[in-house]
């Protein structure tokens, strides 16, 4: 399976497989078409949200503000978009760091 990418007008939009109560914050791999991604923040009061939108926006450069959870905000499957980068930047975070 590849990750699947939506790429739009001024941004990606793609899937996110939470795993939170991790012991550090990393992108383990793929689940299915989603990006898998271990959060040390519970999941709980919208810490795993917080977590992964700061944990994305570091790991892309972009601003905390160019993130955002479109759907899935208490499910660990998430929909998020990312502005101002394209999908080719959104697949490089499976590459080893």
């Not at 929909?79 to 980068?85: K, L, P, S, T």
Request: charged share 30%.
């Amino acid at each position: 399976m590849t990750l699947r990418v939506i790429e739009e007008e001024g941004g990606c939009t793609f899937q996110v497989r939470v795993l939170p109560r991790g012991r550090r914050n990393e992108v383990v791999g793929l689940h299915g078409e989603a990006l898998k991604i271990r959060l040390t923040a519970p999941p709980e009061r919208g810490k795993a949200n917080r977590a992964l939108c700061e944990f994305l926006a570091e790991r892309l450069g972009v601003p905390l503000s160019d993130i955002e959870i479109l759907s899935g905000h208490t499910s660990r499957q998430k929909r998020v978009r990312v502005a101002g980068v394209s999908a080719d930047v959104i697949r490089a975070l499976l590459r080893p760091r």
